[in-house]
């Protein structure tokens, strides 16, 4: 079994549609969780990180953590064409551990 | 700010050559970290500096990669002899040690790796 499962997808949503992806892990020593975003022959892209459970919101992104479910979530808000990436979770024990545990990755394509 | 700076961007060599891949990290950056990710796979940590010391190389593959950190600024990923199974992305990233600056990993453009 991975430790962190993440649907590839891929997923195409038009233009101003919630974007909503999420990861599953095994690990219950995960802290912290970040998503990343990935453009097309560029490195990965920190988006937003939270600690344990609950929610955080920045701008159009909101990121959610179930610890108990062992469940996180990316809500993208007003998709834009420019939003269209690859969008990977990573998660540590240890804050400012960089020794991340990354999802696959869901690649999202906005159509305008 | 440059960035993360890895060269090549890409790489193909055949079975048994040897391949150096170099990272340059943001300036002051003492955490440099090393990640791969081969075909249909997630990323994988291979290995983390800090400054010149290997903090953790647990991720290293096997014994037919090396890296460097010299001096504690650039490194570089030494894969000899290659095999088929390293073809992938390999990641460099940086950051600064904790309380020593804003605590984010910044990551390279990758170098593309194909073992022909």
């Known amino acids: 079994q991975k430790e962190v499962e993440q649907d590839p997808g891929p997923l195409s949503v038009p233009e101003g549609a919630i974007v909503s992806l999420n990861c599953t892990y095994s690990n219950s020593a995960f802290q912290y969780f970040m998503w990343y975003r990935q453009y097309s022959r560029k490195g990965p892209e920190l988006l937003m990180y939270t600690y344990s459970s609950g929610n955080k919101e920045d701008g159009r992104f909101t990121a959610q953590v179930d610890k108990s479910s062992k469940y996180i979530s990316l809500f993208i808000r007003d998709s834009q064409p420019s939003d269209s990436a690859t969008y990977l979770c990573a998660m540590s024990p240890i804050l400012n551990d960089y020794k991340l545990s990354f999802g696959a990755g869901t690649t999202v394509t906005v159509r305008a | 700010e440059a960035g993360v700076t890895q060269f090549p961007s890409h790489s193909v060599i055949e079975k048994g050559q040897t391949v150096t891949l170099r990272c340059d990290p943001i300036s002051g950056h003492d955490n440099l970290y090393w990640y791969r990710r081969v075909m249909g796979k997630e990323i994988k940590f291979l290995l983390h500096?800090?400054?010149?010391?290997?903090?953790?190389e647990s991720g290293m593959p096997n014994n037919r990669f090396l890296a460097e950190r010299t001096g504690g600024t650039y490194s570089t990923l030494k894969v000899q002899p290659a095999e088929l199974e390293d073809s992938g992305v390999y990641f460099c990233?940086?950051?600064?040690?904790?309380?020593?600056?804003?605590?984010?990993?910044?990551f390279g453009s990758g170098t593309q790796l194909s073992v022909l």
């Open positions: 500096f800090v400054k010149e010391s290997k903090q953790d």
């Open positions: 990233a940086s950051s600064h040690y904790p309380g020593q600056g804003e605590e984010k990993l910044f």
